[in-house]
């Protein structure tokens, strides 16, 4: 060991060791410092997390459940009537409707609205009348007025009706809200097969098509087109508010009248909103609907022509023309 060389080489051997665990443990701190900031990074993002789990679940109740447990809050209810006594409350057993049929009625049209309500199928849709002129006993007669909801309020619109009795939280077990007027021939309607059609287009908001040649048709866009399942757009190149390929806006395209709308669920919790509390007869409204298409208007909202119906175009509201609906079932 008194080699100089063998003392240089150990030196050396020393040194190279030295440095090495200096290495270490110089990038070992460093290392466990990153970790923990990593790791502190974590906890307060978890912290953050949690708290606003937390908040949600307090602040996103509905107001006023707050101090319920959160297993016993109803967030929505339904239109179905409940039997005072019955065994099929406890089996379960009560019809479950998947649609809704809304119309704002007057005695005097009472033998249209009858032809409605008989096309749409009991089991899968509930009937609602808005009775405008205050008289609901007479209407007692007919097979399904018994199963139907009837709620009174004289010289009221079917906009006023809805806003107070249609709230989305509601009706939001149902599929599509049929919101019609009561002036609506339906010898060419069939509910399921219409429904059927705006399904597979992915239609939000549409109406059916309008019989052109017995209708009072006040849009052209409305109008039935022959050999057509449905249609989105119109094309009108002669006169004012001229229609292309190019427009982008209502009524040349994305556009429905108000008489006989139907809503999918989404599309009425939208539309719901939009509806002002002092909204009488939805004239520019029918504008406006584009901003409820669940995304593109020019895509979610068009006029089925398979399936079409009649507009009277009979006043209402105490104007009611009674013989002209006699003359028009008659023909």
């Not at 109803?74 to 809304?102: C, F, H, I």
């Not at 008989?118 to 405008?132: E, I, S, T």
């Not at 390929?245 to 009425?268: D, H, K, L, Q």
Request: one cysteine or more; glycine letters at 6%; a positive charge.
């Amino acid at each position: 060991m008194s080699d100089p060389k063998s003392r240089s080489c150990l030196c050396s051997l020393f040194i190279v060791a030295s440095l090495i665990c200096g290495a270490y443990f110089i990038s070992s701190a460093f290392i466990s410092k990153e970790y923990k900031d990593r790791f502190s990074r974590w906890e307060v993002i978890n912290m953050l997390q949690n708290s606003k789990s937390k908040m949600c679940k307090v602040q996103c109740r509905p107001p006023g459940s707050e101090a319920l447990p959160q297993a016993i809050v109803v967030k929505t209810s339904n239109l179905e009537m409940r039997p005072l006594w019955s065994d099929s409350v406890k089996n379960g057993n009560l019809e479950q409707y998947s649609n809704l049929l809304a119309i704002a009625v007057g005695i005097k049209q009472k033998k249209i609205v009858d032809r409605i309500v008989k096309k749409f199928p009991a089991r899968d849709f509930v009937v609602m009348l808005f009775h405008y002129d205050g008289i609901v006993d007479e209407w007692r007669d007919l097979e399904w007025s018994d199963r139907a909801i009837h709620v009174s309020a004289v010289n009221q619109t079917k906009w006023w009706f809805a806003k107070r009795f249609l709230h989305p939280d509601i009706v939001a077990e149902y599929n599509y809200i049929f919101l019609w007027d009561e002036d609506l021939g339906v010898d060419n309607f069939d509910p399921r097969q219409y429904l059927s059609i705006v399904e597979d287009e992915g239609l939000e908001i549409s109406q059916p098509a309008l019989d052109p040649v017995k209708s009072e048709v006040h849009h052209q866009i409305t109008a039935r087109r022959r050999n057509s399942r449905m249609h989105r757009r119109i094309y009108k190149f002669k006169g004012s508010g001229r229609c292309d390929g190019r427009s982008t806006a209502p009524p040349c395209i994305g556009w429905v009248e108000m008489m006989a709308p139907v809503f999918s669920r989404a599309a009425w919790r939208c539309a719901w909103y939009m509806i002002q509390n002092d909204l009488i007869h939805a004239w520019g409204l029918d504008m406006q609907l584009g901003y409820c298409a669940q995304g593109d208007r020019m895509k979610n909202v068009g006029v089925v022509d398979a399936q079409y119906i009649v507009h009277l175009g009979l006043p209402t509201l105490g104007a009611m023309a009674e013989n002209e609906a006699i003359k028009f079932y008659s023909s």
